[in-house]
């Protein structure tokens, strides 16, 4: 069974750069069938697709954090890395990881529970 757990840090001040980890288990992040995507959703709105990286690595942004947002992963850990600059107490809001299988109409067919890393200085 896939699962994918999110985590950061305990709190973030205002204008810095959050870090995210997803942690993959049950399955490899190398996988040639699967993207790996990052999701938000902010305080009071629908869900927001972030970012997701390919099996080759290539990466690809959505356009309201695109400037200030980075994805990458970690093979050898089986971690995908979701970093963004200069947040706000609405900026990035909860965060999910979620598994996409672009082979079949690209369904997010597992997500982790999310997270959301307080803003505040």
């Known amino acids: 069974q896939v699962q994918l757990q999110e985590s950061g840090p305990g709190l973030v001040k205002p204008s810095q750069t959050l870090s995210l980890t997803c942690t993959v288990s049950?399955?490899?992040?190398?996988?040639?069938?699967?993207?790996w995507s990052w999701i938000r959703q902010p305080p009071g709105k629908g869900l927001e697709w972030i970012a997701y990286?390919?099996?080759?690595?290539?990466?690809y942004y959505g356009p309201s954090l695109k400037s200030r947002t980075s994805i990458s992963k970690d093979t050898p850990k089986n971690q995908s890395t979701l970093q963004l600059s200069s947040v706000t107490p609405e900026v990035p809001g909860v965060c999910y990881c979620?598994?996409?299988?672009?082979?079949?109409?690209?369904?997010?067919?597992?997500w982790g529970q999310g997270t959301q890393v307080p803003v505040s200085s």
């Open positions: 979620a598994r996409v299988r672009y082979t079949s109409n690209f369904v997010y067919d597992y």
């Open positions: 990286i390919t099996p080759t690595g290539t990466t």
């Open positions: 049950g399955g490899p992040i190398t996988s040639d069938f699967y993207y």
